[in-house]
């Protein structure tokens, strides 16, 4: 039985920068405040441990080279204990918890989301289906088990990083999974600051406009970069006309667009904090529901993939059962003659 009405939290802070342990720290120090404030749910900006890598965006990809040894050390590991601990956090505080973070796999790098239950099991592991534009050189692909809908004792949650909000197929991937309860995750909204795409005006009317469409409650987490941050990644005047501090953009929309809280400031870090009723879904979705009675399968259809692709796909021959020629040559889609 879900819970219908509860508190939800979502960060607007800054990691502490490629440290892993110490941004553990600072998450579980935010998850117990949340707790103690009464909420169900916290969610966390986009590859907030061990930060979002932005001097990817600053410099050539040999100069970045640099980072890439300290970054992809700290970055989390689902075997870790830092993990564990986080895992700890939700339980002790009975709180589900949704942890944006680079994932580190072995020696690939992911831009991962991880919902935890407030029992302290991971429910959903997903991965940024698409990194965007320098974040390839960074990080890998995600694949279709990443477009999911948890459901869980607090309702229907689905999560998408950033730039997944700007694609329609993908947005209408978890709308057809009955999502009640979005988070997205977003990095800040201080880089390349003549780039009004990657501003925030347009990336908050984002995150509105998907509560809106999908009927459904929406988290924006939303990290802050700091001065520290700047002193670290920015070396050149270049670098400092492309970067600044602040960004902080979070927000929470219910599912008719309506803000449900009153936002920071930009270089504020905190928590923000509303209530959440599902029953207020049942009301939004009468008016337009875009995978039911408004929808339109006769014209438009959205074919969607959800399996798993590994670049590893173990066999066991022992199992394999030998077709004698005859038949194999009858069921052999090669030849054309598949029946």
């Known amino acids: 039985m879900s819970e219908q009405s509860y508190k939800v939290a979502v960060v607007q802070a800054a990691p502490i920068f490629m440290n892993l342990e110490a941004t553990i720290d600072k998450g579980i120090e935010m998850i117990e405040e949340a707790a103690k404030r009464g909420?169900?749910?916290?969610?966390?900006?986009?590859c907030w441990v061990p930060g979002y890598p932005w001097w990817a965006?600053?410099?050539?990809p040999a100069?970045?080279?640099k980072y890439f040894a300290a970054y992809h050390d700290n970055c989390l590991s689902l075997d870790s204990p830092a993990f564990q601990r986080l895992c700890l956090a939700a339980k002790a505080n009975e709180i589900f918890v949704s942890m944006g973070a680079s994932e580190r796999d072995h020696g690939s790098l992911y831009m991962a989301q991880f919902l935890i239950d407030d029992s302290g099991v991971l429910v959903k592991a997903r991965r940024k289906l698409k990194p965007t534009f320098v974040e390839r050189t960074v990080f890998g692909e995600g694949d279709g088990s990443d477009l999911d809908v948890s459901q869980t004792s607090i309702g229907r949650i689905g999560q998408l990083n950033c730039w997944e909000h700007l694609q329609p197929l993908t947005k209408y991937a978890l709308f057809c999974l009955h999502e009640q309860v979005h988070i997205g995750a977003w990095p800040s909204f201080s880089c390349y600051p003549q780039a009004y795409s990657l501003g925030a005006e347009l990336n908050t009317s984002v995150s509105r406009v998907y509560a809106a469409e999908g009927q459904c409650f929406v988290l924006a987490a939303c990290a802050v970069i700091s001065p520290a941050m700047v002193e670290l990644l920015a070396e050149t005047p270049e670098h400092h006309a492309l970067i600044a501090a602040g960004g902080g953009h979070a927000r929470i929309f219910g599912p008719d667009g309506s803000a449900l809280c009153e936002p920071l400031a930009e270089d504020e870090e905190g928590?923000?904090?509303a209530d959440v009723d599902l029953a207020q879904i049942t009301i939004a979705k009468c008016f337009a529901d875009p995978v039911g009675h408004y929808a339109r399968a006769d014209v438009t259809q959205l074919l969607l993939n959800r399996t798993a692709t590994r670049p590893v796909q173990e066999r066991d021959t022992q199992h394999i059962e030998i077709q004698s020629e005859p038949e194999r040559c009858l069921s052999d889609p090669a030849r054309g003659n598949d029946l």
């Open 39 to 46: 909420a169900r749910l916290i969610a966390f900006p986009e």
């Open 57 to 60: 965006w600053l410099s050539a």
């Open 63 to 65: 100069h970045n080279l």
């Open 271 to 273: 928590i923000l904090y």
